[in-house]
């Protein structure tokens, strides 16, 4: 045997094994690389599920709320759904200050700081006049002008007392972070 030859033959295996382990090296460092890539989608995947599931649950809650009150107005008398419902505490049915009103809560929502209560009801009413129904008001989303009291003219005469279908608009607003978010239902009530 030729101990050159040896020699050699160790050397070759020597420099063999370096270049496995560097490219050993080189092998984990790319999986791991692909591993924590990996890793990180799927922590966004996860937090934008998380994030996706809560405003779905706060759109839930802002559905049930507005449902809600959209009930009381129909179980409501129809010839006192309005003044129950609006703005003014004069005209309410039992006296001053006694009907529920425009506003409502919605639960588990956190109503915007300016708003004081998430859910509010609408009408066809003019800024500064709440108790005064308006048939002539246009409002695409209440779908006014319309005929209230089906007398088959459109005018400015206060209808509050008079009215036979009663546009109602019922929007539940909140606060989703740095963003306030909203919900609206309209419909037109219309006497039994």
């Known amino acids: 045997m030729d101990p050159l030859a040896n020699g050699r033959r160790a050397r070759s295996l020597g420099r063999g094994r370096e270049a496995r382990r560097g490219s050993s090296l080189v092998e984990l460092l790319v999986a791991v690389a692909v591993v924590l890539v990996g890793l990180l989608a799927f922590t966004r995947t996860l937090t934008e599920s998380l994030a996706l599931g809560r405003a779905n649950r706060q759109t839930a809650l802002a559905t049930a709320a507005a449902q809600a009150a959209l009930e009381r107005l129909q179980g409501a008398d129809p010839a006192r759904a ?48 709440p108790g005064v129904l308006r048939e002539d008001l246009v ?31 019922v929007r539940v607003a909140w606060q989703d972070g740095l963003a306030t978010r909203e919900l609206e239902v309209a419909t037109i009530l219309g006497a039994r």
Request: net charge negative; hydrophobic share 35%.
């Open 82 to 129: 309005f003044a129950l419902f609006n703005d003014d505490p004069d005209d309410d049915p039992e006296g001053t200050g006694t009907a529920p009103g425009s506003r409502f809560a919605a639960s588990g929502l956190l109503a915007p700081t300016d708003e004081g209560q998430a859910g509010r009801i609408f009408f066809p009413v003019t800024e500064g006049s």
């Open 139 to 169: 409002d695409t989303r209440l779908r006014t002008p319309l005929d209230l009291d089906l007398d088959g003219n459109i005018d400015g005469a206060d209808k509050s007392g008079a009215y036979r279908l009663l546009p109602v608009r």
